[in-house]
T-cell receptor, first 110, second 111 residues
Framework: EDQVTQSPEALRLQEGESSSLNCSYT??????LFWYRQDPGKGPEFLFT???AGEEKEKERLKATLTKKESFLHITAPKPEDSATYLC???????????FGQGTTLQVKP | NAGVTQTPKFQVLKTGQSMTLQCAQD?????MSWYRQDPGMGLRLIHY???????DQGEVPNGYNVSRSTTEDFPLRLLSAAPSQTSVYFC??????????FGPGTRLTVL
C-alpha cells in the first residue's frame, strides 16, 4: 500500500536554529516527490519536486533531498515567516495520484 | 492568470441539504482533483479527472459526485450533506505529472 509518513508532527524552533523535517514513503513506482507549504486558512503552495534518489533542490533557506525511502526538508537559519505547515506528497507511477502525508507544523519564534 | 478559484469560501449546511462547490482553473490543465482536509488526516483525494468527460474516484468518494463538461470547470456535488462531511475542501489542477496548483479552499460546516 502506498503510504507517506511525516515527522515530527510539530516543531518549534528559535529564529536561526536550523533543523530538518522528515518524509518517509512507500510507493509503487515513484514518479515524483513534492513538498508544499501551507499557511493557515490557505491552500498548499508548491515548493519543490524531486524525481530520483540523490537529487537536491534549494530555495532561500529551504533545501530538499531525496533517498529511496525518504526525503528531508532542511531549514537553515529559519525566520518567523517560515512558520507554516509543510506537506510532503508522493506521486505513484501507475496512477499519477498524489498521496499526502499528514504534515509538519513548524513554528519559528523570534 | 487567476490560477485555481473556488467558491464559496465558507458554507454552512443542515443535514440532508445538497450543494455544489465550484472550482475553475484558467491554466488549461487536463488533470483536476478534489481533496478534503481534516485535522490529523492530511489531504485525502475525493474525485479526480484526467480531462473533460473523464472522472474517477479517489480515496473517499462516498457522498460526493463530480462531472467535467469543460477543461476549466470541475464542480463537486454533495448529494445529502452529513456532519461527517464537515471539512475544508481543496480543488487542484496540474498539467501531466507536474506540480499541482491548489485553490484557496472552501470551509464547509454541516449541522
Amino acid at each position: 500500500e502506498d503510504q507517506v509518513t511525516q515527522s515530527p508532527e510539530a516543531l518549534r524552533l528559535q529564529e536561526g536554529e536550523s533543523s530538518s523535517l522528515n518524509c518517509s514513503y512507500t510507493v509503487s513506482g515513484l514518479r515524483g516527490l513534492f513538498w508544499y507549504r501551507q499557511d493557515p486558512g490557505k491552500g498548499p503552495e508548491f515548493l519543490f519536486t524531486l524525481y530520483s534518489a540523490g537529487e537536491e533542490k534549494e530555495k532561500e533557506r529551504l533545501k530538499a533531498t531525496l533517498t529511496k525511502k525518504e526525503s528531508f526538508l532542511h531549514i537553515t537559519a529559519p525566520k518567523p515567516e517560515d512558520s507554516a505547515t509543510y506537506l510532503c506528497a508522493v506521486q505513484a507511477g501507475n496512477t499519477g495520484k498524489l498521496i499526502f502525508g499528514q504534515g509538519t507544523t513548524l513554528q519559528v519564534k523570534p | 492568470n487567476a490560477g485555481v478559484t473556488q467558491t464559496p469560501k465558507f458554507q454552512v449546511l443542515k443535514t440532508g441539504q445538497s450543494m455544489t462547490l465550484q472550482c475553475a482553473q484558467d491554466m488549461n490543465h487536463e488533470y483536476m482533483s478534489w481533496y478534503r482536509q481534516d485535522p490529523g488526516m492530511g489531504l485525502r483525494l475525493i474525485h479526480y479527472s484526467v480531462g473533460a468527460g473523464i472522472t474517477d474516484q479517489g480515496e473517499v468518494p462516498n457522498g460526493y459526485n463530480v462531472s467535467r463538461s469543460t477543461t476549466e470547470d470541475f464542480p463537486l456535488r454533495l448529494l445529502s450533506a452529513a456532519p461527517s462531511q464537515t471539512s475544508v475542501y481543496f480543488c487542484a489542477s496540474r498539467e501531466g505529472y507536474n506540480e499541482q496548483f491548489f485553490g484557496p479552499g472552501t470551509r464547509l460546516t454541516v449541522l
